[in-house]
């Protein structure tokens, strides 16, 4: 008969059962079934480096590889459930293990420790979850980048949220492309860092067992070899907290992005036209065509803040090595990965399938005087200080505002008025199209 503790792996010191509520409170299994091929995979190593140094026979890790397998296959297939009964997602793999090949299977954990393994199946995870991430971004960049060069149509610059200077609809996409570039190399970096295998640590200070734990980090795919000490490598969490940290950049940057889609599609602006699949409707206003997919991305940013948040504060003050706090690296993570996932290619689809208003961008930039740099750059350039130049060019505006007229509206003799340097070649100088072919400007075609 199986005793109380026959799907846990601990409790001979223990006389009595844990609490229902304990039990409940202490298992992660709701959010870590991701974690089981990953846990088969350190287990797969693990194995073949107990077989090359001897713990095992070739017999009994053919067995144990086997049987490994198997348990991945049969969970795929739904015929093993990963249920409440498994405290973790190591349990659920070691117990299964043992029920299909037997005794041999108790010899799995000789020379490793939860610990160990439960970070080197982490750092699996996110090592493939960020390279997956990456992906995305450059998708995304591929999508920024073509809907861009179809689109090098003319509209306002902002400052403040007012009407600066002319720019053009590919130059501001290319903007999120650069900050896209960043977060590809924050996480590519993070990669880097974290490529060093913890399996070998054991609880805190190794084993006794003769293992090589450079043989099992090649098997593994860790470039940087094993960890150099031990409780450093069962106790780091770091590699989850830099990739939530480049993550909650990434989603920053797509939040801003998603302000800008909520604010061009708007009536008041109506530089551009989304979608209709990632849109929704008003149950009592039958013309509202709400911009949702944006906006669910611009609020979902601050659960990403969240997550990173929740796993510093768990990290900060704890003592050295293995603490049950560490177990909050996992849903936090998970979540941020979840809602950076989703929102990347909601964003990708959006972007991808917007149709860019031209007309209506021309016309914006006509009503907002941003010409007026360039009006001042003119003055410079016939020889007027630039400080006299802006003031004069202020007055300019002054006059066309109570006038309802654009500076180019002006005729030769009302500029004059102002300065006397003005001259016919000013039109062609402050015309917009013009405009953005001088000098450093024509980067911005």
Known sequence: MESAYSTRLWGGRFREDEDALMQRFNSGRCRT???IEPDIRGSLAHVAMQVKCGMLTEEEGAQLTEGLHQIWDAYRAGELVYGPEY????????LNLIRKVGEVGKKLHTARSRNDQCNVDMKLYVKEQTSYVIELIETFQKTLARVAE??????????????AQVVTFKYYLMAYWEMMERDKKRLSSALVIMDQSPLGCGALAGTTHQIDRAYTA?????????CRNFMDGVADR???????????ILMMHLSRLAEELVLWSSSEFGFIV???????????MPQKKNPDGAELVRGRTGRVYGDLLTLLCAMKGLPLAYNKDLQEDKSTFYDALDVVTGSL???ERMIGTLKAQRQTMHNAVKKGFLNATEVADYLVKKGVAFRDAHGIVGEIVLSCEEQGKAIEDLTLDQLKSFSPVFEEDIYSYIDYDNILTKGIKKEML
Do not use: C
């Open 274 to 284: 989304l979608d209709d699949r990632y849109t929704t409707g008003s149950s009592i």
């Open 345 to 347: 290619q909601m964003m």
């Open 238 to 248: 770091d590699f989850v907290l830099e990739t939530m940290a480049d993550f909650s």
């Open 87 to 94: 405290e973790d997602v190591h349990t659920f793999v070691e």
């Open 218 to 226: 090649k098997l593994l795919g860790f470039s940087g070899g094993p």
């Open 150 to 163: 179809e689109n090098p149509w003319i509209m306002p610059g902002y400052t403040h949220l007012q009407r």
């Open 33 to 35: 079934d991701w974690l």
